[in-house]
Nanobody, 123 residues
Framework: QVQLVESGGGSVQAGGSLRLSCRAS????????MAWFRQVPGKEREGVAS???????KYADSVKGRFTISQDNAATTLYLQMNSLKADDTAVYYC?????????????????WGQGTQVIVSS
């Protein structure tokens, strides 16, 4: 049974940084793609960043230049380094993954999801 567990969320002042992690367990081989999404209550979930097994990365325009997505070599842990945080970045952040070949995790939705981690940025 695949499980994704996020960590690293918290409260930070605007301009600060946080690093989110997502550990995948119950996997026998690396996913084709992994991604970060976020959601604010009352709003639609939005893609933040994704990475596939070939290292192709996509970012939302709103986070380009501030956020960096990466994986460990085994691709079982996904990271999101978030710098220059803004109040608009406040949301629950979700990790997601998919094993389907050529699947676009950013376009989504991926098959497997974590439970989410809260990020609060105060201005």
């Amino acid at each position: 049974q695949v499980q994704l567990v996020e960590s690293g969320g918290g409260s930070v002042q605007a301009g600060g940084s946080l690093r989110l992690s997502c550990r995948a367990s119950g996997v026998t081989y690396r996913p084709y793609c992994m991604a970060w999404f976020r959601q604010v209550p009352g709003k639609e979930r939005e893609g933040v960043a994704s990475i596939n097994k070939y290292g192709i990365i996509k970012y939302a325009d709103s986070v380009k230049g501030r956020f960096t997505i990466s994986q460990d070599n085994a691709a079982t842990t996904l990271y999101l380094q978030m710098n220059s945080l803004k109040a608009d970045d406040t949301a629950v952040y979700y990790c997601a993954a998919d094993w389907r070949s050529a699947y676009d995790c950013y376009g989504g939705p991926p098959t497997y999801w974590g439970q989410g981690t809260q990020v609060i940025v105060s201005s």
